[in-house]
């Protein structure tokens, strides 16, 4: 490693609290590329005990199954859990935590894995009072970069670059209101992302954080910096400051293409007659999330003839509302009268109604009036405060160098 990259982590951790472990996996220009084992950076801790046994929750099972399993009697097992109470009722365990039971020469610890971030800690005091805290697990992590060209679509070469699903939809997440990933993507597009990746004191991975991220669309270039302003408050924001957040998302379906685009007539499929399509067609799997594209109230929930099962939402500002059709079922909690937040899952495509195929059809009205969704204007929310904008630049300029630093992009044959 040169001494500029090391100078670069050094700045890194100082300006973002972000720790130094950050090389792992990571292919620089010119090096190659460096593979850290897990067991190297993290060292597996039981809660300070000695562990003898552990058992996972199963399907069925309750505290008092699992403790008995590690060899407590009932009326102990009853003791611990009555301990437990205040602190973390054991009837709220989960399938795939871990109980574990260990002992010391003057104790015995009982543990239970709440998350990532929290253990159960019951110790046996004097040998016949337990006591129970919670305790804050160790978590490290360390920053990767992964970049890749679209060749074939965004799910498949990103994740042939090394992408988890779940940072493909960050990223989806975190430019989706200035790229519709349903008509824009392009071959050739490209992407960078830098993240930081958390894992656990078993060295099981419990997070992903977006750094920094640009994404290339049609020769535009997008570009993403995470930054928590002075109340705490964390959003993403250009290069220059301006949030990447808009009112309305630019499509409420991902990964989906357009089969029908907004026409003041067309031939209908179904009933074999031309009229006017006043929304544009979605064509995805039954089961897709639908999605709001901006907060407001639902102001009608049902069956609505032709369109099937159907949602409108009101938005906040009075004027605008949008209309989601072909539905196969409501997300759960939908109904008329609840207030919904950009981004929220109100359903799920489906061919309810006329349909030749599962799709959404989806219809954005101004004063009642539909209008053309893909030609609406997405304004911008609030940008970094003048106040906050020097630290802000200078943030994101070494954010920026350091994610320009690294590549780890491939050439796939």
Do not use: C
């Not at 996996?25 to 809660?47: D, F, L, N, R």
């Amino acid at each position: 490693m040169t001494q500029y990259l090391k100078a670069l982590m050094i700045l890194l951790a100082i300006l973002f609290g972000v720790p130094l472990l950050i090389l792992a996996a990571v292919q620089t220009k010119g090096m190659p590329e460096q593979v850290v084992q897990h067991q190297e950076w993290i060292t597996p801790e039981a809660s300070g005990a000695n562990t003898q046994q552990v058992e996972q929750v199963r399907s069925g099972d309750t505290a008092g199954v699992i403790l008995s399993r590690l060899g407590f009697p009932s009326a102990e097992a009853a003791n611990i859990i009555a301990a437990a109470k205040p602190i973390y009722p054991l009837k709220n365990i989960h399938i795939g935590h871990k109980f574990a039971r260990g002992a010391t020469d003057s104790e015995v610890v009982v543990s239970y894995q709440v998350d990532a971030n929290q253990v159960l800690n019951l110790r046996l005091i004097q040998g016949h009072t337990w006591q129970a805290e919670m305790i804050k697990r160790k978590v490290v992590s360390r920053v990767d970069v992964v970049s890749a060209t679209i060749q074939d679509s965004l799910f498949w070469d990103a994740s042939k670059a090394g992408l988890a699903d779940n940072l493909i939809l960050k990223l989806v997440d975190m430019f989706a209101w200035d790229i519709d990933f349903a008509r824009d993507l392009r071959k050739g597009d490209a992407f960078k992302v830098m993240f930081e990746e958390k894992f656990d004191d078993e060295g099981k991975q419990v997070g992903y954080t977006i750094l920094a991220a640009s994404f290339t669309n049609r020769g535009r270039v997008f570009t993403g910096i995470r930054y928590e302003n002075q109340k705490g408050e964390i959003e993403y924001y250009d290069d220059q400051g301006r949030n990447l957040r808009k009112t309305y998302l630019k499509s409420p379906v991902k990964y989906s293409r357009i089969s029908s685009r907004f026409r003041t007539s067309r031939l209908h499929p179904v009933l074999g007659y031309t009229r006017a399509h006043r929304g544009v067609d979605y064509a995805a799997k039954s089961g897709t999330p639908i999605h709001a594209i901006g907060d407001g109230k639902i102001v009608y929930k049902g069956w609505k003839g032709g369109y099937g099962r159907f949602i409108e939402i009101r938005h906040n500002n009075g004027i605008h509302s949008t209309a989601y059709a072909h539905m196969s079922r409501y997300a759960r909690g939908m109904r008329k009268g609840k207030y919904v937040k950009q981004g929220d899952v109100i359903g799920y495509v489906g061919m309810s109604g006329l349909a030749t195929g599962p799709h959404l059809h989806f219809e954005f009205r101004s004063r009642g009036r539909a209008v053309n969704p893909l030609k609406v204007k997405h304004n911008p929310a609030k940008p970094v405060r003048k106040d906050e904008l020097s630290a802000f630049r200078l943030k994101a300029k070494e954010m920026l160098r350091l994610m320009a630093t690294f590549d780890q992009s491939g050439t796939w044959g």
